[in-house]
């Protein structure tokens, strides 16, 4: 009678182990979609954030997949999130309309998109926000939170509230992400 263990081939790893060890190898570069949102008039020659953001966001490993700008309307708000969740993205990153005017609607979007609500995120951020004399940061009204296996973000728009908030929430962000893939490869 034959053993189990005779049938098995010891010389050929497993295809599973081979798809783990692939990954493991491989350097994790997670992906964002940048969402400028504002009720003004954007004037590209003026306003340099994308280029901010997109410089910070790669000194923390993120590829920088598009930057978008919306006006502050919630559906506006809300299309830019889903599509950067249907793309596949690790993280939409909103940066505006998160004060207390009647048009500043990106919490509300945000929370209409995600899944799961990350309270800590924000708190940090705000935190963070107040130690370093960033105003519109300590008193933003953003939220973190997952949608589907992205990651989103809001932002308060002031240059230091945005220099701030990627320091904060990279590393909270990155870990988040490890998580999500830990779970979808599972």
């Given at each position: 009678m034959?053993n189990?263990?005779?049938?098995?081939?010891?010389?050929?790893p497993?295809?599973?182990?081979?798809?783990?060890?692939?990954?493991?190898?491989?350097?994790?570069?997670?992906?964002?979609?940048?969402?400028?949102?504002s009720d003004?008039?954007?004037?590209?020659?003026?306003?340099?954030?994308?280029?901010l953001?997109?410089?910070?966001?790669?000194?923390?490993?993120?590829?920088v997949?598009?930057?978008?700008?919306?006006?502050?309307?919630?559906?506006?708000?809300r299309?830019?999130?889903?599509?950067?969740?249907?793309?596949?993205v690790?993280?939409?990153?909103?940066?505006?309309?998160?004060?207390?005017?009647?048009?500043?609607?990106?919490?509300?979007?945000t929370?209409?998109?995600?899944?799961?609500?990350?309270?800590?995120?924000?708190?940090?951020?705000r935190?963070?926000g107040?130690?370093c004399?960033?105003?519109?940061?300590?008193t933003?009204?953003?939220?973190?939170?997952?949608?589907?296996?992205t990651?989103?973000v809001?932002?308060?728009?002031?240059?230091?509230?945005?220099r701030?908030?990627?320091?904060?929430?990279?590393p909270?962000?990155?870990?988040?992400?490890?998580?999500l893939?830990?779970?979808?490869?599972?």
């Open positions: 034959p189990s263990l005779d049938t098995l081939d010891l010389n050929e497993d295809e599973s182990v081979l798809l783990a060890a692939e990954l493991e190898a491989q350097p994790l570069t997670p992906r964002a979609l940048v969402v400028l949102v003004h008039r954007f004037e590209a020659k003026d306003d340099d954030t994308d280029r953001i997109c410089e910070l966001l790669q000194e923390y490993n993120f590829t997949d598009a930057v978008v700008r919306v006006k502050s309307k919630k559906a506006a708000i299309k830019a999130i889903e599509t950067g969740v249907v793309g596949g690790d993280l939409v990153l909103t940066l505006g309309g998160t004060g207390v005017g009647p048009r500043d609607k990106t919490p509300e979007a929370r209409a998109v995600i899944d799961t609500l990350v309270p800590g995120v924000g708190q940090a951020i935190s963070s107040q130690a004399g960033a105003v519109d940061a300590c933003s009204r953003g939220i973190c939170g997952v949608s589907g296996s990651v989103v809001n932002l308060a728009p002031s240059r230091q509230a945005i701030d908030g990627v320091s904060t929430f990279a909270l962000v990155t870990h988040l992400i490890s998580d893939n830990r779970y979808s490869l599972a």
